[in-house]
């Protein structure tokens, strides 16, 4: 069994960062891919980006409209991915989660996902 624990959230202004970490125990991850979701208040849950295993190259995709502020990274020794937020708007306060995937390739879609965090509150003020 995976354990993910998200950190690093919390409330921010407008035009600031956060940096978010997802750490995972249970299972070495290096070979699965990483990914990250988020869902605002009454929303659909939503891909944010995701970096691959390194089979696939640690290939990283992002949601088109978030690829120019958000940089997603993975630390294989600290089993850890992280998820670095710049330029933060108001609308992207919602709760971030991540999840692993055991194939190594990174997806957009939720239901490829096999374990998933509790996700971690950020909040941006206007």
């Known amino acids: 069994q995976v354990e993910l624990v998200e950190s690093g959230g919390g409330l921010v202004q407008a035009g600031g960062s956060l940096r978010l970490s997802c750490a995972a125990s249970?299972?070495?991850?290096?070979?699965?891919?990483m990914g990250w979701f988020r869902q605002a208040s009454g929303k659909e849950r939503e891909f944010v980006g995701a970096v691959g295993g390194m089979w696939s190259g640690s290939t990283i995709s992002y949601a088109d409209s978030l690829k120019d502020r958000f940089t997603i990274s993975r630390d294989n020794a600290k089993n850890t991915v992280y998820l670095q937020m710049n330029s933060l708007k108001p609308e992207d306060t919602a709760v971030y989660y991540c999840?692993?995937?055991?194939?190594?390739?990174?997806?957009?879609?939720?239901?490829?996902?096999?374990?998933w965090g509790q996700g971690t509150q950020v909040t941006v003020s206007s």
């Open positions: 999840a692993v995937r055991r194939s190594g390739w990174p997806s957009t879609q939720i239901a490829e996902y096999d374990y």
């Open positions: 249970g299972r070495t991850l290096s070979r699965s891919a």
